[in-house]
C-alpha cells in the first residue's frame, strides 16, 4: 500500500476506533462465522503462536480467544489505538502495516477478519502466510468481493477499497502451499432509512464514503437523491455486504 494510502486508511480506523465495535454489526457476524468454521474444520484447541492482522477492536480476538488457547497470541493494526485490544486480551501488539512490517516467525495460527481488503495486493499477503505458517498450522482470513458497497460504486464514491477479491482468487493463492479446508462468499444488504444514514454507519465502521473529496452541501444533496433514485424505495435504501473467506492448512512436515 502506497505510504498516502496507508496514512487515509489508518487516520480513519484511528478515527472510528470508539464507534466501530457497536456499529460493525456485519464484521462482528463475519468475525463469528470465522472463529466458528476454524472450529469446525478440526483446528486444534491449544495453538503455540497465533497472529492476527487488523485486529482493530477485537471482534475476531474476542472469538477466538473464547474457542482456543494460545501460548502466545501476538495482534497486529495499522492504528495504534488497537494497543488497547491487545491488553484487554493479554496479547502482544505488532502495529503497523500487514503488508510490510516484519511478522513473528512459524506462527501456527495466522487469521484475519475483514481487513485484507484494505491491502493492494491480498493475494500476495496470503501467499506470505501461507508460506510463514509452521507445518500443521491453520489459516482462517476473511476479506470481501467485488459487490462489496455496490451502491457507492454506482453513485460515483471514490471510497472502493483495493483489494476486494473473490473467494476463488484467495483459494488460488494459497493452494501451492496449503490445503484448502474451506472457503466462500456470501452477499447481505443492510436498509437504511436514508443515505445520510448509510454514510454515518460508514464513517462509524471506518470508512470514509467520500475518500478523499470534502463533503458539501451541494455535493450531499446530489449523492442522496441519486442514491435513493437507485437503491431507494418505500422502507429506505440498501447497501451490499459481501463477505469472502477461507479456512485453509499447511500439511505437516514428512
Ligand atoms: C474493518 S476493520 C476489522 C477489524 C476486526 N478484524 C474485525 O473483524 O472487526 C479493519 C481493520 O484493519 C486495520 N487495517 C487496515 N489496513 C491495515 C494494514 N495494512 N495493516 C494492518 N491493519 C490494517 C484497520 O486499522 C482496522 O482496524
Redesign the pocket.
Known sequence: ?NVQM?DR??RS??RS?RT?HDA?CQ??R??ERLAQDLHKSGAPRQFVSGL??????????QRLCAQFAFDQLTI????PE?QETAYDFGADFLC????T?AWPVRPDLIV????IQ??PDPAAFLRRAAIALAPGGWLAV?GFGPGQYRELMHVGSAAKAPGLCRAEEMVAAVSDHLDVVSFGEDERQMRFSTPRKVLDHLRK??VNGRAQKPWTKSNLLAFSKDYSQRFGDAHGVSLTYHPTWLIARKPCAV
Not at 76 to 79: A, F, H, I, K
Not at 96 to 99: F, I, L, R, T, V
Request: aromatic share 12%; glycine share 14%; charged share 5%.
Open positions: 500500500m496507508t486508511v489508518q480506523f484511528s476506533f466501530y460493525a464484521q462482528a463475519i468475525a492476527e492482522f487488523g485486529c482493530g477492536t477485537g471482534l475476531l480476538t497486529n493494526d495499522l492504528s488497537a503497523g502495516d500487514a503488508g512490517i484475519s477478519a475483514s481487513m484494505w491491502l476473511s465502521t471506518g
